[in-house]
């Protein structure tokens, strides 16, 4: 399993034959994806170009029902414990929505509803995309997770500090932060490292990280 981080919270995987792109909005889409996943319909995790760029012949979208619209092409939507299979690699949708993070008082930037994370699984292997989320009590029970996607930034999502407790929680093989503004990834891999076994790795836009 290849993954490449194209910037934000968006991702390239290759695994179990297929090529998937998660949360599309930056980067280079130069291949056609099978499978393209949104976790919800802000123009940072579903931008109509870029789906249109990574889409060919066959690629399923797998979003909210709220992007259809969006993108102008129609999508398959997981509810939070529903999957989907393609060939050898299961997506699985998982909740995200913030607890702490809020637009105005009372109204979160992420309701519980609008978006998911996805866990996908393939070789043997299983990456879990977080999506735009606060640490929640359903992250506890996600286990034997290989590589964690996880926003760090801030603002609308996890800072440095939720971002180290959610991950020490799910206890990954290996972490990486993304959805970075202007926090320092350094510090939430201090913060990781310094409490548990999780391994946390560092990428720059472009990078690959091997599975």
């Given at each position: 399993?290849k993954?490449?981080?194209?910037?934000?919270?968006?991702?390239?995987?290759?695994?179990?034959?297929?090529i998937?792109?998660?949360?599309?909005?930056?980067?280079?889409?130069?291949e056609?994806?099978?499978?393209i996943?949104a976790?919800?319909?802000?123009?940072?995790h579903?931008?109509?170009?870029?789906?249109?760029?990574?889409?060919?012949?066959?690629?399923?979208?797998?979003?909210?029902?709220d992007?259809?619209?969006?993108?102008?092409?129609?999508?398959?939507?997981?509810?939070?414990?529903?999957?989907?299979?393609?060939?050898?690699?299961?997506?699985?949708?998982?909740?995200?929505?913030?607890?702490?993070?809020?637009?105005?008082?009372?109204?979160?930037?992420?309701?519980?509803g609008?978006?998911?994370?996805?866990?996908v699984?393939?070789?043997?292997?299983?990456v879990?995309?977080?999506g735009?989320?606060?640490?929640?009590?359903?992250?506890?029970e996600?286990?034997?997770?290989?590589?964690?996607?996880?926003?760090?930034?801030?603002?609308?999502?996890m800072d440095?500090?939720?971002a180290?407790?959610?991950?020490v929680?799910?206890?990954?093989k290996?972490?990486?932060p993304?959805?970075?503004?202007?926090?320092?990834?350094?510090?939430?891999?201090k913060?990781?490292e310094?409490?548990?076994?999780?391994?946390?790795?560092?990428?720059?836009?472009?990078?690959?990280?091997?599975l």
């Amino acid at each position: 399993m290849k993954l490449k981080w194209l910037g934000h919270a968006s991702w390239k995987l290759k695994a179990g034959g297929k090529i998937i792109y998660i949360d599309p909005y930056q980067g280079d889409y130069d291949e056609k994806a099978d499978v393209i996943l949104a976790s919800h319909s802000h123009s940072d995790h579903c931008e109509p170009s870029k789906v249109k760029a990574a889409s060919g012949d066959g690629t399923v979208v797998v979003a909210p029902a709220d992007c259809a619209d969006k993108i102008g092409a129609p999508v398959r939507s997981l509810k939070p414990g529903e999957k989907a299979e393609f060939g050898e690699v299961t997506v699985k949708a998982v909740e995200a929505y913030n607890v702490k993070r809020f637009r105005s008082p009372g109204v979160p930037f992420h309701p519980r509803g609008l978006g998911v994370g996805y866990v996908v699984k393939a070789e043997g292997k299983k990456v879990y995309h977080v999506g735009d989320s606060d640490y929640i009590p359903e992250m506890d029970e996600l286990k034997d997770v290989d590589v964690l996607l996880i926003p760090s930034g801030g603002t609308y999502t996890m800072d440095n500090e939720d971002a180290a407790e959610a991950t020490v929680a799910i206890n990954p093989k290996t972490a990486i932060p993304v959805h970075i503004w202007d926090t320092d990834p350094r510090e939430y891999k201090k913060k990781v490292e310094a409490a548990s076994d999780v391994k946390v790795v560092i990428l720059k836009p472009g990078d690959t990280f091997d599975l």
